[in-house]
């Protein structure tokens, strides 16, 4: 932006005194190009814009849309000897998420990754998701309705009984 005034107005400019915006009221989903509005704002009444570049800028506005994703879990590390991991469930079994359509369109996943590394009781852990691209990425700028889930983790003891035969001859 380029501005002129008297010397002491301009000494007295700050860049908080400038205000550039764009009018997106009118825009349609797609490729748009806005003009870049300007102002002078506060005591800087004595400056006026000569010049603003760009003058137009371009904004691509995209569709907002919703998605509903199964959730997956992905058990990692090992119990100790002697016991056994069951069914891992979570409570909800899918997500919905909200954004915009050219995000969504990315996830090809949404995991839970839980560690039960040492664990010899069964237990209940609230897990975070992570939504994921095609090539394990984390799409950002999503809006799902929750973040994380609660998962029961079931363990079981493993013990060995000795059989006895008896044969009746």
């Known amino acids: 932006v380029e501005v ?32 870049v509005l300007t102002s002078i704002r506060g005591s800087a ?48 079994k899918t997500v919905k998420i909200s954004g ?15 560690d039960v590394s040492n664990l010899t009781n069964t237990d209940v852990r609230t897990v975070v998701l992570q939504f994921l691209d095609a090539d394990g990425n984390e799409v950002l700028n999503i809006n799902p309705e929750f973040r994380s889930v609660e998962v029961e983790i079931p363990v079981f003891r493993i013990k060995s009984v ?3 035969s008896l044969i009746h001859i």
Do not use: C, W
């Open 45 to 92: 009444s004595e400056v006026e814009i000569v010049n603003v570049d760009p003058a137009f800028i371009s904004i691509q506005i995209d569709e907002e849309s919703s998605v509903s994703r199964n959730i997956a879990l992905e058990v990692k590390g090992n119990l100790p000897d002697g016991y056994s991991i069951g069914e891992v469930r979570a409570v909800n």
């Open 100 to 114: 915009v359509k050219s995000k969504l369109e990315k996830i090809e996943g949404v995991v839970g990754v839980i």
């Open 4 to 35: 002129r005034g008297t010397k002491s107005a301009l000494r007295n400019l700050r860049t908080e005194n400038i205000y550039a915006h764009v009018d997106l009221s009118k825009m349609e989903v797609g490729e748009n190009r806005a003009e």
């Open 162 to 164: 000795p059989i006895l």
